[in-house]
């Protein structure tokens, strides 16, 4: 069965860093497209970033570009998220998602539950 | 930019059927886009249902389908239940690594 475990969510003031972690569980991770979608309260839902199954080649959407690093560890099974210079319109629950085994028309196909992350002072 | 485009909600009578599309601000939505569908219900993670334009995801009724009709990506839903009550997102690659999601469709079945 797959599994997505986010973690490392939680309240940071503005300006302030974040580190996301996503363990995975139940299929072969490296061998697939992994992404973070962010869904803002009350609000749509939002891709942000993709990292290829190598962890070589990573993309993201322009509201996070230079702010937000995406990486991988094959070896752990685990995605993640690294957030720095986070302002009140960053706070959302993060989702992982896995995709497929390319980056070209990648989905979604297995969601996480999810880490609230709030930035407030 | 270009914007994902979705209808901010519609209604459809129980066992009905019902179209919710996916468009473009500017352009025409093809297979090349590889169109993929999902459904969220309030407090919940989303749910694959439809990818690559029409491949429905493991255990997903044949009550959903996708599809490309005109200039839009489609997802059809017949007999429309009440757990059909929910959230609809779409999400179109764009190329160059880039996926974006449309605003949302809120369906009520009523």
């Known amino acids: 069965e797959v599994q997505l475990l986010e973690s490392g969510g939680g309240l940071v003031q503005p300006g302030g860093s974040l580190r996301l972690s996503c363990a995975a569980s139940?299929?072969?991770?490296?061998?697939?497209?992994m992404s973070w979608v962010r869904q803002a309260p009350g609000k749509g839902l939002e891709w942000i970033s993709v990292v290829s199954a190598s962890g070589g080649s990573s993309y993201y959407a322009d509201s996070v570009k230079g702010r937000f690093t995406i990486s991988r560890d094959n070896s752990k099974n685990t995605l993640y998220l690294q957030m720095i210079s986070l302002s009140a319109e960053d706070t959302a629950v993060y989702y992982c998602?896995?995709?497929?085994?390319?980056?070209?028309?990648?989905?979604?196909?297995?969601w996480g539950q999810g880490t609230l992350v709030t930035v407030s002072s | 930019q270009t914007v994902v485009t979705q209808e901010p909600s519609f209604s459809v009578s129980p066992g009905g059927t019902v179209t919710l599309t996916c468009g473009l601000s500017s352009g025409s939505v093809s297979t090349n886009y590889y169109a993929s569908w999902y459904q969220q219900t309030p407090g919940q993670a989303p749910r694959t249902l439809i990818y690559s334009t029409n491949t429905r995801s493991s255990g997903v009724p044949d009550r959903f389908s996708g599809s490309i009709l005109g200039n839009k990506a489609a997802l059809t839903i017949t007999g429309a239940q009440a757990d059909d009550e929910c959230d609809y997102y779409c999400?179109?690659?764009?190329?160059?690594?880039?996926?974006?999601f449309g605003g949302g469709t809120k369906l009520t079945v009523l």
């Open positions: 998602a896995k995709g497929t085994t390319m980056i070209t028309g990648n989905y979604f196909d297995y």
């Open positions: 139940g299929f072969t991770f490296s061998t697939y497209v």
């Open positions: 999400v179109l690659y764009m190329g160059s690594g880039i996926s974006m």
